[in-house]
């Protein structure tokens, strides 16, 4: 159905006559300072997507009936670009991103994109806002792309016009504590047959009221339990990881498979990746019940457990509460104010160095 393709050699830039003061590094909340510029791709299923453009960051002009509104016709994607000690500036894995937002928007019916185009009009945005990339080792410059349906029309077929777009955030380092967790098997993020596995808007909506339900009652994330058989899924919207003494007796370290019911986390896959290579435990995508860590945590079995995502990398989780019981998960036995447990913290210390450029790797992809 998609004419032609995303041609960035066509890119046209107009620039900002009111260029905004740089926010203050201690000033900085996740997702609330944007950047000077956007970056905007229209596409029509009779003339294909027409040439990309860079203007000044603004509202969007939507007609009130187009798809995205109606019907939630939306993919999105979340990565970050770091500045190295040298000044260059390098994204992480983007291909990954692309590739990504290519599944997801397929499943909602927007057309395929060049996924190489787009990320060389993403580079481009980047190194026109460059300014707005800290140089500062733990911040960076978060890019949002979303993907829509903006065609008018009430009628559930699908639409035929779209708009990518993409705009930048300057971020702060997470800043790193334990979460605690309410496991939550009432409610469901995602389920078999469903579309969990895709990065769509319409499934955040749905999962707001369980999780500040959790909030109000003092807990961070929920812990998705999805089943009769209580499958830990994910934490809030992280990846989520054992690392224990599996019944055979052997250290190992786990994740959910990419069932259909996971998001394919590009920081799920890096710490799968780096865990393999140094070799020293088992390493496993297979599915964990809420009964197996909790046999586990009575048996002193567990040694840590955490979430991953872009955001924060990684998250020791402190406790998990469920059915009123509250879990107390170990975090670092020998330091009690620990934030990271020992894995937890080597793993996000490899990956930052590789993000930051102080170790060579073929993650990093120069802007
Ligand atoms: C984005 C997301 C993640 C993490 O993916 P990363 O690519 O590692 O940032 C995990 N779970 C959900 C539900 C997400 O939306």
Redesign the pocket.
Known sequence: MANGTIDASKLTTTLTTTPKTIPALDKLSFGKNFTDHMLLIRYNEETGWQAPEIKPYGPLEIDPAAFVLNYSVEAF???KAFRSADGTINLFRPE??MQ?LSTSSQRIMLPEFDHEQLLQCIKELVKVDERFVPNEYGYSLYIRPNFIGTEPNLNLQYSREALLYVYLSPVGPYFPRTVRLLANSKEA??WPGGV?NY?LGG??AP?MRPAMEAVKEGFDQILWLLGDDLYIT??????FFIFWDNEDGDRELVTAPLDGV?????????LLELARKWGEFKVSERRVTMPEMIKALEEGRLVEAF?????CVVCSIEDVSYEGKVYKIPVDPNNPKAVFGPLAKRLHAELLDIQYGRVASPWLVPV
Do not use: Q
């Open positions: 994607e979340g990565m990954k991103n990504r993020r995602a969990g990065k499934n955040y999962a994910e934490v809030g919207t992280m990846n996971i998001l394919p986390g590009v920081t799920r896959d890096s979430g991953a995502g872009t955001a």
